[in-house]
């Protein structure tokens, strides 16, 4: 009867601990399965929520209002009147003095400019039994080059903005006379724009590249040459962006930049071969971007020389256009407006003797 009584004991114990067991196996899944969705699942399909990144995204999706006078860029009379704009990501005072900068600079290559400009279209067809091998390649260069004396203190800031995104934007006053004995600084400036689009057979490739290259020397000043420079690459859909400004390299977020404006653009029967670019990489990345692709696109217009080259074989066909330009240039804007984050630009050229 003892025994009878401990067996009785056991199981009742047994029976009570069973569904606690149970309960926490339960718990024990259903904390994974949260885990795997908050840490897998959701990062992979994009619907993880960090709560900071959250609040920035639905603070970036209200548009950044420009102020009016963003939309007159350059006024090349004397005294001239140019805007610019700064990385994002800066302090106030250094994204002023980078934009500044680069107002200079603008005005430097848009007044001055010599421009180098080489394209190269390949085509080669290669034939071997049942099977040909057909590629082409297209490569186009242009080199934008422009070294002017100045006067540094002939440069007067006139306004200035500064985005939520920390981007800097000025609009100078630039009283320039070429003839000056005043014009003992110096400042340099270099524009590149690659395009490559390659195709073989049913394989294509674009790798597009900009780089805005800035020296400016300030003779009265004991500090070194100050050195800009803002790499912009293109590969397909991905990209990649790099900003040095004197010492420091600038590092560039990904984020939704959106901007609007009170005035009234919109897009028109005109502007059906108007070139735009996408404000999603800052303002700096689109203006820079526009000018470059313009001044590709003008030089090519201008007078050039074409070069032939071609090979026939029996069972290959290779040949190659090659087009140089090189002519002193200076240009002004046809139109400047902004249509649904994007800048749309159009330069005109003219050569100069």
């Avoid at 071969?273 to 800052?282: A, D, I, K, V, Y």
């Amino acid at each position: 009867m003892k025994y009878f009584a401990v067996l009785i004991t056991i199981l009742f114990f047994s029976n009570s601990i069973l569904p606690a067991q149970e309960t926490t196996s339960s718990n024990l899944i259903d904390k994974d399965k949260k885990n795997y969705e908050e840490n897998v699942f959701n990062q992979e399909f994009d619907e993880y929520q960090d709560t900071t990144n959250a609040k920035r995204n639905l603070y970036d999706r209200i548009p950044e209002k420009l102020p009016d006078w963003v939309f007159n860029p350059v006024d090349f009379s004397n005294p001239a009147r140019v805007v610019a704009y700064s990385d994002p990501n800066m302090e106030k005072d250094e994204a002023f003095k980078q934009a500044i900068l680069r107002a200079k600079a603008i005005f430097a290559l848009m007044n001055y400019s010599t421009i180098s400009n080489i394209t190269d279209d390949y085509t080669n067809l290669h034939e071997s039994g049942k099977y040909s091998l057909y590629s082409t390649k297209f490569q186009d260069f242009s080199l934008s080059k422009a070294t002017i004396p100045y006067d540094n203190s002939g440069i007067t800031l006139v306004d200035t903005f500064y985005t939520k995104y920390n981007e800097g934007i000025v609009l100078i006053k630039f009283n320039y006379d070429s003839d000056s004995e005043k014009n003992v600084d110096t400042l340099e400036v270099k524009g590149e724009h690659l395009q490559v689009f390659m195709e073989k057979n049913f394989r294509h490739e674009k790798i597009e590249f900009f780089n805005f290259f800035i020296k400016d020397n300030i003779a009265n000043s004991d500090s070194a040459d100050l050195i800009s420079q803002y790499n912009y690459r293109v590969v397909n859909r991905e990209y990649d962006i790099s900003s040095i400004y004197g010492e420091k390299l600038i590092i560039f977020e990904g984020r939704t930049y959106n901007y609007r404006t009170d005035l009234e653009f919109a897009r028109d029967s005109t502007d059906s071969e108007l070139n735009t670019f996408r404000l999603t990489r800052g303002l700096w990345n689109g203006y820079v971007s526009g000018i470059l692709s313009n001044i590709t696109v003008l030089s090519k217009q201008l007078a050039s020389q074409v070069k032939n080259t071609n090979d026939f074989y029996t069972l290959k066909n290779e040949g190659l256009i090659r087009t140089v330009a090189r002519n002193k240039v200076s240009f002004d804007f046809n139109d400047f407006k902004m249509y649904e984050n994007q800048f749309c630009v159009d330069l005109n050229g003219q050569i100069r003797f």
